[in-house]
């Protein structure tokens, strides 16, 4: 693969890193309650119906709708069915007391609920009518025996959870987690809690990338703060390249004289990607880490972020959560293009770019967007006021009361 020497559209780059992938491949067993965030490897099906058999979804009692033609039906009650029993055939004129989730009789053909119903004794009146079938869940209903519920590559959340219990599934076949290093470069960088000397900054990417690279389930390695030489970045990135899928990066991408992420990637291994026609965020690089003595893939992917922290924050997640999701195993062909909402701008934007612009905004109260004030990529404080990004193609201005694309963070960021 060779450097992309002309500067990428968002699309472009996004398809570039996106047809390079190489998914993990190893696999482990986990139990299904462990499961959360991980990257289902192998389609699963149920071995039974779901529900196991006719239930009922209401209190109340169960019939033989041909009893109760009329709606004031009088039966014996003749039985009492919780959840969990099994109940005697029903005879005729009688009807069983039964309670939500519980097995319908064989015999019974509905329920009436009990809001329907006044009980005396033995005795019960029923003042519905019902049709053959009402409130019976059906065995199969939701889910029948040997249907697909899962397909590999799924991520899998709460919902999937529940689904694989539901059908008896204790433990589901996965991808492995993927190994990540990051570190960040700049004699400037200091950490919280440390005395501020003159001319530093507090390292708040390091924080915001964990964060990100945490949310996305990754094991991640943080190699701290490198000191701005080339020497120190070239053994970093081979340090990294030997146990890790994919290295980060923050600072020293741009064309400065202190900037060493290029020549020592270039040095190290290869350089595939640099620069894209996007604000903020110019400056990403991709590439790969040449591995010493190892079997197997002989290079770590490598990703290097702008030092800016809106630049670092937008970039990742237009760009590199998809690539490593791609990684994870998740099917490359749903991660192209963010999904976006068509929305009306409550602002006029008179300032186009020739970059694609990622404008940090969020909703407001008549069902517009509202956009920060100060669009700098140095303010971190725009990411945690809006809901999302507005999408703006290249030269292209805003009057207030456009329709723009909106892409929300709670899309980006799952």
């Not at 005729?92 to 119903?117: K, N, S």
């Not at 991520?155 to 539901?166: D, F, H, K, N, T």
């Not at 999701?325 to 998740?330: D, H, K, N, S």
């Amino acid at each position: 693969m060779t450097l992309k020497k002309t500067m990428l559209s968002v699309a472009e780059a996004l398809d570039f890193l996106l047809a390079a992938v190489r998914p993990v491949t190893d696999i482990e067993t986990v139990s299904t309650l462990e499961a959360n965030g991980r990257v289902l490897a192998h389609t699963q099906s149920s071995l039974l119906h779901v529900p196991p058999m006719d239930n009922t979804q209401m209190d109340g009692y169960a019939v033989r709708a041909a009893d109760c033609v009329g709606g004031q039906a009088r039966l014996l009650v003749s039985q009492r069915i919780p959840a969990g029993h099994v109940g005697q055939a029903l005879e005729a004129g009688t009807a069983a007391r039964i309670f939500t989730g519980a097995m319908i009789p064989l015999g019974a053909d509905a329920v009436v609920m009990q809001e329907q119903c006044v009980q005396d004794g033995d005795m019960v009146t029923l003042s519905h009518a019902p049709q053959p079938g009402e409130w019976i869940r059906r065995q199969g209903e939701d889910i029948a025996s040997g249907a697909t519920i899962l397909p590999s590559g799924t991520r899998i959340r709460a919902q999937e959870m529940g689904l694989a219990a539901s059908v008896g599934l204790a433990t589901l076949p996965v991808f492995r987690r993927l190994r990540v290093a990051v570190f960040f470069t700049g004699d400037e960088l200091a950490m919280p809690g440390e005395a501020l000397k003159p001319g530093a900054i507090y390292n708040s990417n390091r924080f915001l990338l964990t964060g990100l690279l945490e949310n996305l389930g990754c094991l991640v390695s943080d190699y701290g703060i490198v000191p701005d030489s080339l020497d120190a970045t070239r053994s970093t990135l081979r340090q990294a390249a030997q146990e890790h899928d994919l290295i980060i990066t923050s600072g020293g991408v741009s064309v400065g004289e202190e900037d060493y992420i290029k020549p020592a990637v270039e040095a190290e291994g290869r350089l595939n990607m640099w620069q894209i026609a996007v604000k903020p965020g110019k400056p990403l690089a991709f590439g790969e880490i040449n591995r010493a003595n190892k079997t197997g893939d002989e290079h770590a992917f490598f990703l290097g972020l702008p030092g800016n922290p809106v630049s670092s924050f937008v970039t990742f997640l237009l760009f590199v959560r998809p690539f490593i999701l791609a990684m994870q195993g998740i099917s490359a062909s749903s991660l192209a293009t963010p999904q976006a909402y068509a929305m009306r701008a409550d602002f006029a934007w008179t300032k186009p770019d020739k970059r694609n612009e990622f404008l940090r905004a969020r909703i407001n109260a008549d069902g517009g967007l509202d956009l920060f004030a100060n669009q700098s990529s140095a303010v971190l404080t725009s990411t945690v006021w809006g809901d999302g990004l507005i999408d703006l193609p290249p030269g292209q201005v805003i009057a207030s009361g456009d329709m723009v694309k909106f892409v929300p963070f709670s899309h980006l960021m799952n």
